[in-house]
């Protein structure tokens, strides 16, 4: 009997505005995919189609996040661990092992260990990092067409100054962290 192992990343910890999203991933030893790498080391067509095969090939896959208002209400730390604990238990299958990129594990009933600089040297954490990642730039895609004029299809929501320009002019909206510092000031 093989040994189930998930890898687990964040992508959104920094940017002022959108969620932050969770992927865990239980690859498929018998259908290895060439190429896994953390997700910022790769052009955003790379991370598409390495997304795409990662979902079809995977033995399983889920994503987590926790909203803004979670974000504000916990801070960051806590609400990254808790779309992390959402992602694992939304998996339609139990892993025996987790790993998590990074320096701390969110609150699992399994084994966990957390590898800083995870995503660059597990598999697992690697395609995690990708699903991640391609899933919240989509999200942030789809928010930049909902609230124009903040300039969030290019920087994601991190604090550009082109980001916090446009908070300045236009305002703070229900998509932006006011716990973080650059919206904050602006309320």
Not at 11 to 32: C, E, K, M, Q, W
Not at 98 to 104: E, I, P, S
């Amino acid at each position: 009997m093989r040994i189930l192992i998930c890898g687990v990343d964040e992508v959104g910890r920094g940017p002022l505005a959108g969620p932050v999203v969770t992927a865990a991933v239980i690859l498929d030893p018998a259908r290895p995919i060439a190429g896994l790498m953390d997700s910022k080391k790769l052009s955003e067509k790379r991370r598409e189609v390495l997304a795409a095969m990662i979902r079809e090939q995977a033995l399983c896959w889920a994503l987590g996040r926790a909203e803004v208002e979670e974000i504000d209400q916990l801070n960051i730390h806590h609400a990254t661990l808790l779309a992390m604990t959402r992602a694992v238990d939304t998996l339609p299958r139990r892993p025996d092992r987790v790993l998590v990129d990074g320096r701390f594990c969110p609150p699992l009933d399994m084994p966990a260990r957390a590898i800083v600089g995870g995503d660059g040297i597990e598999p697992a954490i690697s395609a995690a990092s990708i699903v991640a990642k391609v899933a919240r730039d989509r999200e942030m895609l789809e928010l930049d067409r909902q609230w124009p004029g903040y300039g969030l299809a290019r920087h994601k929501g991190y604090p550009t100054r082109m980001h916090v320009e446009a908070l300045a002019a236009l305002g703070v909206t229900p998509i932006h962290r006011r716990s973080y510092a650059p919206v904050r000031r602006l309320i």
